[in-house]
């Protein structure tokens, strides 16, 4: 079963928690054990699983990469947004979780996070939910 919705981002750098938006696909979805496939079908956003407990650490992961990917280095690309693409290629564009009891496996601290790095803009979110036994 696949399902798409979409995120609407503020700022040219945010990670959005999508965790709610994800279950809640999980849920319709009527899988009881399985996997979720979270999908960013975007260049300059990703997906990553990180702690959902203290902002501190989104705007940590933001600053860090913000130093080993800096804005104004000497790319090629002339639209001028190169680092978003570096910076979501580095976070990657697809996250799977795994599903038991229809409830997403995360640990205790962990959210979904959409990664945006090219924003404000809105956003596509793409999740497949696989039963046991598919491939």
């Given at each position: 079963m696949k399902h798409e919705f979409t995120v609407s981002t503020r700022a040219h750098a945010?990670?959005?928690d999508?965790?709610?938006q994800v279950q809640a696909v999980v849920r319709g979805s009527g899988v009881r054990s399985g996997v979720a496939h979270?999908?960013?079908?975007?260049?300059t956003a990703g997906i990553t699983i990180n702690e959902n407990a203290d902002p501190s650490v989104v705007a940590d992961l933001i600053a860090a990469l913000e130093r080993a990917v800096p804005e104004d280095a000497a790319y090629r690309h002339a639209e001028g947004n190169s680092p978003a693409h570096v910076k979501a290629s580095l976070m990657g564009f697809c996250q799977t979780v795994l599903v038991e009891q229809g409830?997403?496996?995360l640990g205790t601290w962990q959210g979904i996070y959409l990664c945006e790095f090219d924003g404000p803009r809105t956003r596509?979110?793409?999740v497949?939910?696989?039963?046991?036994?598919?491939?």
């Open positions: 945010q990670l959005v999508i965790t709610a979270v999908f960013v079908p975007h260049t409830e997403l496996i596509r979110v793409i497949k939910v696989q039963p046991d036994g598919q491939a």
